[in-house]
């Protein structure tokens, strides 16, 4: 049985779930997504609260239960309020700024760095220098955060380089000086 599967997810005022076909299609103030519902999972809209079920007990359809139940529900909450990443840039130098549709970036190489960012996904950068990451789809917004840390990675000396914010880094001492 599957706990999270069985949980209904409740639609906030403001946001519509709609289905067409095996399409689940959500729309709200921060954006509009779909998603395709994998094969033996349906999905029933009963008033403000959308069910999930599956067509049999076996295990492919037991793991699918759960993930079409979260991502539903990760894309009501996106619509409704939007998801959130930050990450902090620490190092001297490095720095960050949002221009266009893009982000440049200094981190200590021989060039600016230019990242793209996709449609849907907003950059700000704050005062202190780390970058706030919002969009509408959770998965999305997760990748460009990757993609922006994988640039310059924390080094476990100094701490140097772009980690997320919750993200603590696990510092090792250096070299011992002569005894």
Known sequence: MSRIG??????????????????????????????????????AVEGSQARFTRSSNARPY?????????IVANMVHG???????????????????????????????SHPVRHPLPKGVSAQVEKDGS??????????LGQVAAEIRRYRPPE???GKGIKYAEERILRKEGKSGKK
């Open 79 to 109: 619509c409704a309020t939007g998801w959130t990443r930050k990450l902090e840039i620490n190092g001297v130098g490095y720095r960050a700024a949002v221009s266009g549709d893009g982000l440049d970036l200094t981190l200590g190489f």
């Open 6 to 43: 069985n949980a209904p997810v409740s639609i906030p005022k403001g946001v519509s779930l709609n289905l067409e076909g095996r399409t689940v299609k959500v729309k709200g103030p921060k954006g509009e997504l779909s998603f395709e519902l994998p094969d033996g999972i349906d999905c």
């Open 156 to 158: 476990p000396y100094k």
């Open 62 to 70: 037991r793991a699918k239960h759960g993930m079409a139940r979260a």
């Open 131 to 140: 970058i706030v990451l919002t969009a509408a789809d959770k998965a999305l």
